[in-house]
């Protein structure tokens, strides 16, 4: 059914793939941003911490779903914890309060595997399990998630959400995450057969193509209310790997290729988190499966960021 969609925080690595994503799909998609977007969808630019501003946005747009991306992801919200509170917290209640003004009927707000900290399970950390984390950033995703499950219960509404793994994709970079090396270590593999990673060489972690993330999102979004028996946030999961486990695999396309490594403060964030994720409640409850693994991941990563680099040289 053709929908009414905004998306909030559009300009980010998130954001600007699922407009299209959803427009293709037969939505009619608003798009906002803090930021001036050069965008083909209708624009507002509103900071979601602003109240006022967000509800003329929703006054104007009467949105029938809304998916929330604006946030400070978590290497710049250790930068600025008040910030971080700002946006992620504040700016998640004004949407959330804005969503029972205007009668949305469903809401997407992504959570993170920053939930997690270290005394949780490292291996196949569990749907339910101890949330402890040790980043302004993970504390941000734990109250937003027990926001989320407390408007559901109290006004009904539709609130749906993902603990996304790290993403890795090559239309947009991402926005100053833990996990950007991931995607980093492409461009500086083909632009110059060289990356300094600033993770240790065994830090694994879980990580997921847009593609799916795209796809686990649209599908937690259609799928019947009574099917979601998690209200907080879902785990899912793709393939976890280490930055060294991802340089080999690069070196199986380009042997000249070599990585350093420079572990700075996003290292310990890392070291802070699940190595891999149990996501057997959403395989369960919604079906959730991933269709890319680690390997057809590289493969077309560098197939696209070959494309995107020879393109920008012509
Ligand atoms: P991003 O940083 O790339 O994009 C966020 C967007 O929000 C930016 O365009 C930014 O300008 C906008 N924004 C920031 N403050 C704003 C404000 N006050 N008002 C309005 N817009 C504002 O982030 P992303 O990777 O697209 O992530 C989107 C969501 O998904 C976030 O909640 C993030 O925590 C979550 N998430 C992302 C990943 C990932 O790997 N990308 C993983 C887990 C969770
Ligand atoms: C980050 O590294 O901050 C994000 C995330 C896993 O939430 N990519």
């Known amino acids: 059914m ?21 427009a293709e799909k037969g939505n009619e998609v608003f798009v906002s941003d803090i930021r001036l977007l050069n965008t083909s969808f209708p624009f507002e630019q509103v900071d979601v911490c602003d109240f006022n501003a967000l509800k003329a946005l929703f006054e104007k747009v009467r949105p029938d779903s809304v998916y929330h991306l604006a946030a400070l992801l978590s ?19 004004n949407v959330l309060e804005c969503c029972i003004q205007y009668q949305v009927k469903r809401l997407f707000w992504p959570s993170s595997i920053a939930v997690f900290g270290p005394n949780s399970p490292k291996e196949n950390t569990p749907q339910h399990t101890v949330l402890e984390p040790t980043t302004i950033y993970g504390i941000t995703k734990v109250v937003g998630e027990h926001l989320c499950h407390y408007y559901h219960l109290r006004f009904g509404l539709d609130v749906r959400s993902l603990r996304y793994p790290g993403l890795i994709s090559y239309k947009a970079l991402p926005g100053g995450g833990t996990t950007d090396y991931a995607v980093e270590i492409f461009y500086k593999a083909i632009a110059k057969q060289r990356y300094t990673c600033f993770l240790a060489p065994n830090r694994a972690l879980p990580m997921m193509y847009m593609p799916d993330a795209l796809e686990a999102t649209y599908q937690l979004m259609q799928a019947p209310s009574e099917r979601l028996s998690v209200r907080t946030s879902y ?17 199986k396309h380009l042997p000249a290729f070599q990585c350093d490594y420079a572990p700075d403060f996003r290292d310990k964030i890392a070291q802070s988190w699940p190595q891999s994720i149990d996501d057997s409640i959403a395989r369960r409850d919604w079906q959730w499966q991933p269709h890319y693994n680690f390997a057809t991941m590289v493969k077309d990563m560098l197939t696209h960021i070959k494309e995107k680099v020879l393109s920008s040289q012509t």
């Open 75 to 93: 290497a710049t919200a250790e930068k600025d914890p008040q910030k971080a509170w700002q946006v992620n917290v504040e700016g998640l209640r």
């Open 2 to 22: 053709k929908e009414r969609i905004l998306i909030l925080g559009a300009g980010g690595q998130i954001g600007s793939e699922l407009a299209p994503f959803l």
């Open 235 to 251: 785990n899912i999961h793709a393939f976890s790997f280490t930055p060294e486990q991802l340089a080999k695999e690069i070196q």
